[in-house]
């Protein structure tokens, strides 16, 4: 949840913020879904869950706001399929 808290809190966007910290309870909830789903097929749903996440890293560090954006979009719509699809990468 920490990663997820210092991307709200690098867009600078105060509402991004406030909007993460009163949805952690259910935010750490659905990360500890997809961890105990993950021990189906442990080495390529937490590779790619990982991979989303660097990507997400390396949009910001080089200060990509668009790339950093979609990136982010990217691996929200992936954790949408894998928690309610199902989908398993």
Known sequence: FAFHRAVAEASGNAFFVTT???LEDAV????SVNRNL???D????????????????EEIRAGRCEGAEHAMRRHIE??????FEGESV
């Open 20 to 22: 993460l910290a009163s």
């Open 28 to 31: 750490t909830s659905a990360m």
């Open 38 to 40: 993950s021990l189906l």
């Open 42 to 57: 442990p080495k390529e749903r937490l590779a790619v869950v990982q991979r989303e996440h660097e990507d997400v890293y």
């Open 78 to 83: 992936g954790a949408r399929r894998r928690i």
